[in-house]
């Protein structure tokens, strides 16, 4: 007999990409550090699920996921035959207070560039929804869940730069990404900052929505 299980690749970002995971406080992976995850009940759908256990596990709740795909490799589990279905989602890392509770003894926000060893096939789903992700950002907007409601140019290039690991040309990035008609000049420079004060802008949610459900190829 198999059972099903969920886990959930929670995105958020402030200087850089993250990944929000918690410190398993008892079984066979106790002190290890995992995607939040849980069992599914016989009374509650795979979205009730994932939902339920996310918010048990973290205290994050309200945010919208998408389902991945299910993991179901017959040794992904060490005792006995399980399969996973996975979702994943984007949040303001900065507007969630994350409280460790369930299962799990803590839980943090870890940069994908220092991800420590992750029980199971946690690293292969978090490898595929990473690819999923930047996949994703160059055929519709990335940045409305992500970055705060104001930011500067720069921050939103660092976004693009943390999904896709690489170094963009800043006047390139610019000009394609104002030439899309997708941000708002909020006629504001930063606040209480050592640096120069940047410009900041906001998404124009109607041209994000738009360009979110016409694909697009944003060559970077």
Known sequence: MEDLS????????????????VEHAEGISKGRWALPGGWITYDESLDEAAYRILYLLTGVENNFLEQLQAFGAVNRFPTKRVVTVAYYSMIRAGDVDIVAGYTASDANWFSIREIPELPYDHQKILDYALTQLRGKVKQEPIGFNLLPEKFTLLQLQNLYESILQIK???????????????????????????????????????????????KFVLDL
């Open 6 to 21: 969920i886990d959930c690749v929670i995105f958020g970002f402030t200087d850089e990409l993250k990944v929000l995971l």
């Open 168 to 214: 963009l040309d800043k006047p390139n990035f610019r000009r394609k990404i104002l030439g899309m008609k997708l941000l708002v000049d909020c006629e504001e420079k930063q606040d209480g900052v050592s640096h120069r004060a940047a410009k900041l802008y906001r998404f124009d949610e109607e041209v994000y929505q738009s360009l979110k459900e016409h």
